[in-house]
């Protein structure tokens, strides 16, 4: 018995329905047919009136589980691709974003955006909005790797009581699978050291870890370096303690994202490290994403625009031989 | 009419006209001291005035219960507040920057709100409140408790050009919840005539695209809104589904204070939009007999008293204080975590 990425998404909707009364589910297409990708497959059936089509209207949907949430419900919206969010600007960072200091009243809502590329998908239904919305104050911004991640950082979304943005990477929804759903997960905001390591650290979250772990692997074969991993999790807030920590055993620092290469969490992460671990620095911290062009159709050229354990490579060892 | 209709409990008409009426003159009254204060230069940032729209705002906000039903108003709707319940504090805290008020300083004058009590706290952009206000109404039904509830808004002719308001009716109208949406076609969006705004022959077409009942009023005529929108809340809470209700006048001042209106034509000032509802409500109020003279102007004195007291209470509290303040966006605190 395994369980996939998306599985474990749809599992975690299916706990939440169960046990909290509060929460509804609120998207495109995600009753009966059961959602683009099937992360709420058979959900409607099994919570009748809980689980609601809604018109395309980004907006609306928003809006709704705003004012929703402000009258005690959790609703979770899927955005069917986290691209479409754009449409939802608004009403994420201006009414959800900003609710709480205004007036004191928390929005729980939780925001589910299938990001980041699969081979096709082009440069509308492929991209990855965490830099975005980890910009405006007032949301809790997350990015699970992991099927068990998946799961108990979903649980924990609907908990908190602020706005979270939860990024579910599409890449991974059924090539990763793990044989179960492990422990009750590490709390939304906690870093973890994926793979650990000695000679350089690679900062990254969601998709990318999986890249990275490979290029890692790779270059402890090819060379004896010796990369650790650490997967941020959560992107907004930041867990510097846990990167500043792994920067302090390595002395050195690539930070890694899908993400275009302008600004962003990457940008944060290097900068973040430049100031406050300086002193624990043996080379300049380095960036890397993917380039800086919308998400190209074709596949090749798709699998060139984002990083590949290739490319990570060719960053670690100019990063490794300064 | 729908025949249930007949199940509403009527309402005393004399009573409520004049619970409406002294709305509108509390609103006409303290939006007029407000105005002052800010020239002379006592009000940070924009003052927005409901002048001349105070009959279709109170309304609306007349009609709602506070407590159950939610209400979103927008930049002109200090009658409505008035007439739906909120503290005058509340709006004079706002205004002068009080900590003590619902906004704490934290945002400021037409924006605030008690979302807990179902007044909701509108954001500058037009149009997003309305999904906000049919997802109140969404989680009711989902708890059971949408019977006998109505959630109510506001925007001006310029607003219905937004996706917003598209989006949100339309999703309001699939559902069928009962929403009532006002719209104060006061002829400009700013400086923006309605030949400029849409190309629609009346904004009540819109109301026919969404599958939303709609109704026109004549937002200068006092009885006439009482009756109309009036109408439109009853459908709303009988069941009747989503309502939007348009209607005529023209704004008696600049989009804020800062502006003077001169993009309007005198001749249509002149005619019978430019008439000034609060005018009409009170020659309304005493024909009926639903209010002496007397009566009226014992009114006056009396809101102008409280409109004095708010002020001066408001003035007399304390300012936020930047080394006081929290400066938390959001309300968990995220357990084990160093926050950066």
């Known amino acids: ?322 | 009419m729908p025949a249930d209709a007949d199940a509403t409990p009527v309402r005393d008409e004399r009573e409520h006209a004049r619970k409406v009426f002294r709305a509108m003159l509390e609103a006409r009254q303290l939006e007029t001291k407000l105005s002052s204060m800010y020239k002379a230069g006592k009000i940070v940032g924009g003052v927005y005035l409901g002048k001349g729209q105070e009959a279709v705002s109170a309304s609306l906000g007349g009609g709602l219960n506070w407590g159950t039903d939610v209400f979103a108003p927008l930049i002109r709707d200090q009658a409505g507040r008035s007439a739906f319940g909120e503290d005058m504090l509340d709006c004079t805290r706002t205004y002068l920057g009080s900590s003590l008020g619902p906004m704490h300083g934290r945002d400021g004058n037409i924006h605030r709100g008690r979302p807990k009590e179902g007044l909701l706290a509108m954001i500058s952009h037009l149009g997003a409140s309305v999904p906000v206000v049919a997802g109140v109404l969404l989680s009711r039904r989902l708890q059971g408790k949408l019977d006998g509830v109505v959630g109510a808004t506001c925007i001006g002719d310029g607003g219905t050009s937004t996706g917003a308001f598209h989006e949100g009716l339309n999703a309001a109208a699939v559902e069928r919840l009962p929403m009532v949406v006002v719209v104060a076609n006061n002829q400009f969006a700013y400086s923006t005539p309605n030949d400029r705004q849409f190309a629609c022959g009346d904004l009540l077409d819109r109301a026919v695209g969404y599958g939303v009942e709609g109704s026109s009023v004549d937002g200068t005529d006092f009885l006439d809104c009482l009756r109309v929108i009036g109408g439109a809340i009853d459908r709303a809470r009988s069941g009747a589904g989503p309502q939007m209700v348009v209607a005529r006048l023209l704004r008696l001042s600049g989009h804020g204070e800062h502006d003077d209106a001169s993009y309007v034509p005198d001749k249509l000032r002149a005619g019978g939009l430019g008439r000034d509802c609060m005018q009409v409500a009170a020659a309304q109020m005493i024909e009926t007999g639903y209010a002496t003279e007397g009566e009226i102007s014992d009114w006056q004195t009396e809101v102008e008293d409280a409109v004095q007291l708010a002020i001066a209470t408001a003035q007399q509290e304390p300012p936020p204080d930047p080394w006081k303040e929290r400066w938390d966006a959001r309300s968990t605190k995220l357990s084990m975590v160093t926050e950066a």
């Open chain 1, 1 to 322: 018995m395994s369980i996939t990425y998306v599985d474990a998404i749809r599992e975690a909707q299916d706990k939440l329905l169960r046990d909290d009364p509060r929460v509804f589910l609120y998207g495109q297409d995600i009753s009966r047919f059961g959602g683009a990708f099937k992360a709420t497959k058979g959900l409607a059936e099994a919570y009748p009136g809980r689980v609601l089509d809604s018109p395309i209207s980004e907006d609306a949907m928003i809006g709704m589980a705003i004012g929703a949430s402000l009258d005690g419900m959790r609703p979770i919206v899927e955005m069917q691709f986290a691209d479409f969010s754009s449409v939802a600007f608004n009403q994420i960072v201006n009414q959800a974003g900003t609710h709480f200091y205004r007036t004191g009243v928390p929005v729980p809502i939780t925001v589910r955006l299938p990001s980041g590329g699969t081979p096709g998908s082009g440069p509308f239904h492929s991209q990855s909005m965490e830099a975005i919305y980890s910009h405006y104050p007032g949301l809790v911004v997350v990015t699970p790797a992991t099927v068990s991640d998946a799961y108990h950082m979903l649980l924990q979304a609907v908990e908190v009581d602020d706005p979270v943005i939860y990024c579910e990477h599409k890449f991974l929804y059924r090539w990763l699978k793990a044989n179960s759903i492990n422990g009750d997960g590490l709390p939304i905001g906690k870093a973890r050291i994926t793979r650990p390591g000695k000679h350089a650290s690679i900062v990254t979250y969601s998709a990318m870890v999986h890249e990275a772990v490979r290029a890692a692997d790779r270059l402890q074969e090819e060379s004896g370096w010796e990369i650790e991993v650490v997967d941020l999790r959560t992107v907004k807030p930041l867990d510097m303690d846990t990167v500043l920590a792994s920067v302090a055993r390595t002395g050195r620092l690539l930070a890694l994202g899908e993400a275009f290469p302008w600004g962003g969490v990457t940008a944060e992460v290097a900068s973040r490290v430049a100031a406050e671990g300086f002193h624990l620095l043996d080379a300049p911290p380095k960036r890397f994403n993917s380039r800086d062009t919308p998400v190209p159709y074709h596949p090749k050229l798709w699998a060139a625009h984002r990083p590949t354990p290739e490319s990570i490579c060719v960053a670690m060892r100019e990063l490794l031989s300064y």
